[in-house]
């Protein structure tokens, strides 16, 4: 995708409803911001919509409690929304709202949109690292028996995602060319964030859920399609979220989404290789970023809480 298809994507995202408008802002800023990310940055459309709408949420809190514009918020003004954000929010997800905020003021300084950047010191809310949340056996046996009764193109994607951990972008990008199928062996060739790129192994299951789906050109002109197409044609990255979870939702797992697939997958690999492995295969050059999938889960917790019952 390229960066104005993005910033054309995201410039209606950006406009805040009427009932959240600051009533006499007579600018702004966000498309412009949007512009910046699309143009500047290696920041994804999905990235992208979430900076926005926290950033829509801050303007909002912000008007309501000061009568004040986006670009008028304070230092202090932001150590106030973080402690709101402290009373109803896990450590996670506020952390996510002040990078949002903290991208957007430093932007918003370097622009000279304002005079200093009010975040500059905003920090973020210290927290035990857990690995983020995959799929217990259960789950994942449910996702697979419902992908397998929606049919093979269903059943393809759910077994892709859950076998390689690929981004939805990745997903959605895949084409026949960078398949390769044969009776013992296959891999994908993955581009990733950057253009960067890596080839993944497949496994049985993997291949078995492929060749259901015959990903392999009528002749040349279909060579560089789409591998995944629903009946309007190739899937987007939304509609791969959509079916993800109406299938979660059907198979009465919670809160199903491509990225938790990729985490599922991050979990089961730290058990078993080393983690210069999984940084390759999650396509990762640093080894901090997956470090992260070491640590125990919320699940772990709970069964360590049950194990003290017996001591």
Request: proline share 5%; hydrophobic share 40%; net charge positive.
């Amino acid at each position: 995708m390229t960066t104005g298809s993005l910033a054309v994507r995201l410039s209606q995202a950006c406009l805040i409803a009427p009932s959240q408008a600051p009533s006499f802002s007579s600018d702004n800023p966000l498309p412009a911001f949007l512009a910046f990310l699309a143009e500047d940055t290696k920041v994804g459309e999905r990235t992208a919509r979430q900076y926005v709408a926290h950033l829509q949420r801050f303007a909002a809190w912000l008007e309501q409690r000061y009568q004040a514009a986006l670009l008028e918020a304070t230092t202090r003004d932001l150590r106030k929304y973080k402690t709101e954000l402290g009373k109803r929010q896990k450590p996670a997800s506020i952390n996510t709202a002040l990078a949002a905020l903290r991208r957007f003021f430093s932007w918003a300084a370097e622009t000279e949109r304002v005079v200093r950047n009010p975040a500059h010191h905003l920090t973020d809310v210290a927290a035990q690292p857990l690995a983020p949340k995959g799929f217990s056996d259960v789950e994942r046996r449910r996702l697979v028996r419902q992908a397998e009764k929606d049919g093979p193109m269903a059943e393809a994607i759910v077994i892709l995602l859950h076998n390689t951990g690929l981004r939805v972008d990745e997903l959605v990008t895949l084409t026949c060319q960078r398949i390769q199928l044969h009776a013992r062996s296959g891999w994908i060739d993955v581009i990733g964030k950057g253009d960067k790129r890596r080839r993944l192994p497949l496994n049985v299951e993997a291949r078995k859920a492929l060749e259901a789906i015959q990903p392999v050109p009528v002749d040349d002109v279909d060579v560089g399609g789409a591998v995944f197409r629903g009946k309007r044609g190739a899937y987007a990255a939304r509609g791969i979220e959509y079916l993800v979870a109406e299938l979660g939702r059907r198979a009465q797992v919670p809160n199903v989404h491509p990225h938790r697939f990729r985490h599922d997958t991050a979990r089961r690999l730290v058990e078993s290789v080393d983690l210069p492995t999984v940084a390759a295969w999650l396509g990762h050059e640093r080894l901090d970023t997956v470090r992260i999938y070491s640590q125990p889960d919320e699940a772990a917790l709970e069964r360590a809480a049950v194990a003290l019952e017996s001591l």
